[in-house]
C-alpha cells in the first residue's frame, strides 16, 4: 500500500510505499497485551519491600502468661495480627521479569504497526530535521501537521536539533528506529515515522 509523505512544513514529498508483511496484518489485542506486559515487567524495578516478623525490631518476649487471664493465647509481639508487627508475605525484592519468544515480540511489533495504519494514525515525513533547536518553531510545524500527541521514530542517528527542540513538548516522544516498541506506539495517539525508519523496518523484518 502507498502513503503520502508530507514534509515538516506540511507540504507534499512524494509517496512510499509500504510493506503488507509490517503494516497490513489484522491486529491481535492477545499478542499484543503479551508484549506489552512482557515490556512493562522489564522496567519494573522489584525494589519494593516489607518486613516480615523475623526482621521487625521488637521484643520476641511472649505478651502474657498463656492460661488465666481469658484473652487469646499470643507469644510474639512480632506476629502480624499486632501493631508493629510483622508483614505476613509482604513483598520482597525481585525481578519481575519473564521471557517472551523473540518471534512473538517480532509479531506484536508488526501488529501495533498495523494497528497503527488501520485506525489511520500513520504519518510519513521525509525527514526529521530541524533548522535550529527551537521548541517554538517545532511546535508551531506540529500544529500546522496536527499533531498533539505523537510518537516520532527517526532514523538510526536522530538530528540533535530536532530532539532538543522536541524535547519540551508535552505528548511528544523521539525515539530512534532501533528503539521502536509497542508500548510506546499504542501510548501516543499519532505515529510519525520518517522515510529512513520505514526503510530500516523493511530491512528489518524482509
Known amino acids: 500500500m502507498e502513503l503520502n509523505v508530507k514534509t515538516l512544513e506540511g507540504k507534499d514529498a512524494g509517496k512510499v510505499s509500504l510493506s503488507d508483511a509490517i503494516f497490513g496484518l489484522e491486529p491481535r489485542e492477545d499478542i499484543i497485551a503479551r508484549v506489552i506486559r512482557w515490556q512493562l515487567a522489564k522496567k519494573r524495578q522489584g525494589t519494593h519491600k516489607a518486613q516480615g516478623r523475623a526482621e521487625v525490631s521488637r521484643t520476641g518476649a511472649k505478651m502474657y502468661k498463656q492460661k488465666g487471664t481469658g484473652r487469646a493465647r499470643h507469644h510474639s509481639a512480632r506476629a502480624p495480627q499486632f501493631r508493629g508487627g510483622g508483614k505476613a508475605h509482604g513483598p520482597v525484592v525481585r525481578s519481575h521479569e519473564h521471557d517472551l519468544p523473540k518471534k512473538v515480540r517480532a509479531l506484536g511489533l508488526r501488529l501495533a504497526l498495523s494497528a497503527k495504519l488501520k485506525a489511520e494514525d500513520v504519518i510519513i515525513l ?68 520518517s522515510k529512513a525508519a520505514v526503510e530500516a523496518l523493511e530491512e528489518r523484518f524482509k
Open 126 to 193: 521525509d525527514n526529521l530535521v530541524a533548522a535550529d533547536a527551537k521548541t517554538k518553531a517545532l511546535a508551531g510545524a506540529f500544529e500546522t501537521l496536527g499533531l498533539t500527541n505523537a510518537l516520532f521514530i527517526g532514523g538510526a542517528e536522530l538530528d540533535s536539533n530536532f530532539k532538543l527542540a522536541a524535547a519540551n513538548i508535552p505528548n511528544i516522544d523521539v525515539l530512534p528506529v532501533q528503539g521502536i516498541n509497542v508500548y510506546d506506539i499504542l501510548r501516543r495517539g499519532k505515529l510519525v515515522l
